[in-house]
């Protein structure tokens, strides 16, 4: 049963990608994802709660969701695991099973005291020690991780349905938006990624682009730019570590390795491009918070293309102002990566 789920959904997530839903070359992100969790997710899932899959099946069913949400933003493999959850604002599949196990288990409560499912769950956590592979057992274990009353408590007197559902959402987004902001804080990586934004449920603001434009071209741009922020574009101080008979100095200047820094802000060849979008990107400043964006250090800079919201942690009033200046880094990057690949090119040739 288990890994016919997985079948099921990999052959409906790749219906979905022949028909457009695929990275740079289909849809925009946020509809992507939303087809992800209306046909995919169900069927993943589907039959779990009742059935609960073994540490080695969930680490399939987790492995391939984030293989899926990796193709859907056109991010690497290599990408850091907390930096999908962050951006998509999904729940690990664990915590996915968990809330469904745990509002099929309040339908239990809600019975009558005669029914057998009710009398099995009392027996069950009467009897039965940790160590036992009971549903009632993973239940109770559940129940403790989330920090909820107690499995006895909710037999004799069970919570309604509607307020449950709301209970078990609260306590498990909570318990899994910390873990993963914690994991991802761990990771050098992300240092640009405002991480505290997570929120299950809720997209990162980045991969809200502008759909009134040519959504396949702001698409295109996008996965550019969250290549950047995830650490994972790769520049010649990053090749030179994995491939034999290459250095960290960039190709296109030769004036400097070629970081992150580098490439964004300092080499010469790239500077003509990136000279027009400063310009726009102070005038937006002007309008948030009076700063001149020539006048920063080059790490405020950075932050400030690659996600503003960090830089501007707690700034309120100015939603449509921070659109306009992450759509104007946003084609930025991509001008830039544009830029760099036609030069070097050239230089091949």
């Known amino acids: 049963m288990k890994p016919l789920n997985i079948t099921k959904s990999r052959r409906a997530a790749y219906s979905l990608m022949s028909t457009g839903l695929h990275g740079e070359n289909g849809l925009d992100p946020i509809t992507s994802l939303h087809l992800i969790k209306i046909f995919i997710q169900p069927i993943l899932t589907y039959g779990l709660e009742v059935i609960l899959p073994t540490s080695s099946n969930l680490l399939k069913l987790e492995k391939f969701q984030k293989q899926l949400l990796k193709r859907i933003m056109s991010l690497p493999i290599c990408t850091p695991d907390p930096s999908i959850y962050i951006l998509s604002g999904f729940l690990p599949i664990e ?185 726009q990107i102070d005038e937006i400043l002007h309008l948030i918070s009076k700063d001149n964006f020539r006048t920063l250090s080059s790490h405020d800079k950075i932050q400030i293309i690659l996600d503003c919201t960090l830089y501007y942690t707690g700034l309120k009033g100015n939603s449509e102002n921070i659109v306009k200046l992450d759509a104007i880094c946003r084609q930025m990057s991509y001008a830039l990566h544009i830029a760099r690949y036609r030069s070097l090119d050239i230089k091949r040739k």
Not at 196 to 207: K, Q, R, S, V
């Open 95 to 279: 915590a996915q099973i968990d809330q469904k196990a745990l509002i099929l288990f309040n339908n239990i409560c809600r019975q009558d005291n005669s029914n057998l499912e009710k009398k099995l769950a009392i027996r069950q956590l009467t009897v039965k020690d940790q160590s036992s592979n009971s549903w009632f057992i993973s239940i109770k274990k559940m129940i403790f991780k989330y920090g909820l009353p107690s499995p006895l408590q909710l037999l004799n007197c069970a919570p309604k349905k509607f307020q449950w559902k709301r209970t078990v959402q609260i306590a498990v987004y909570k318990y899994w938006k910390e873990a993963i902001i914690s994991s991802g804080k761990s990771y050098m990586s992300l240092r640009h990624l405002n991480i505290e934004a997570y929120n299950p449920g809720e997209f990162h603001h980045l991969l809200d682009i502008n759909t009134t434009n040519d959504p396949t071209r702001e698409t295109t741009r996008l996965a550019i730019k969250l290549k950047l922020v995830t650490g994972t574009y790769i520049l010649q101080n990053k090749r030179f570590r994995y491939t034999e008979n290459e250095t960290p100095i960039c190709k296109l200047c030769d004036q400097g390795d070629e970081t992150l820094c580098h490439f964004l802000l300092d080499c010469q060849i790239l500077q003509p491009i990136r000279q027009k979008y400063f310009h």
